[in-house]
Nanobody
Framework: QVQLVESGGGLVQAGDSLRLSCAAS????????LGWFRQAPGKEREFVAA????????YYTDPVKGRLTISRDNAKNTVYLQMNSLKPEDTAVYYC??????????????????WGQGTQVTVSS
């Protein structure tokens, strides 16, 4: 079992930065593939970024490349999402997710076993 708790969301203006954190407990953190997803009102939950268990490989959806950076600290059992140059279209609830089987399906929501409760990010224009 894995428990995930996100923090760091808030209300910012376009062009600002935020850093989301997700603290994990339960299972050996360094064995988990991790991802960030987001869900805007009236839309499906979508993939944002993922990171391999060691942190050596990262993946992003095209709209966030160059602006958002996923990282992890296995000593602190925490995964981060640094969000720069935020845009109004980044407004959503952001979810941290973990999967126990690491493969190429990092963008598929159903492949993740555990989810956090979400943190709201609102970007005003």
């Amino acid at each position: 079992q894995v428990q995930l708790v996100e923090s760091g969301g808030g209300l910012v203006q376009a062009g600002d930065s935020l850093r989301l954190s997700c603290a994990a407990s339960g299972r050996t953190f360094s064995s988990l593939g991790l991802g960030w997803f987001r869900q805007a009102p009236g839309k499906e939950r979508e993939f944002v970024a993922a990171i391999s268990p060691s942190g050596s490989n990262t993946y992003y959806t095209d709209p966030v490349k160059g602006r958002l950076t996923i990282s992890r600290d296995n000593a602190k059992n925490t995964v981060y999402l640094q969000m720069n140059s935020l845009k109004p279209e980044d407004t959503a609830v952001y979810y941290c997710a973990a999967r126990t089987v690491y493969n190429s399906q990092y963008a598929e929501r159903l492949k993740y076993n555990y989810w956090g409760q979400g943190t709201q990010v609102t970007v005003s224009s």
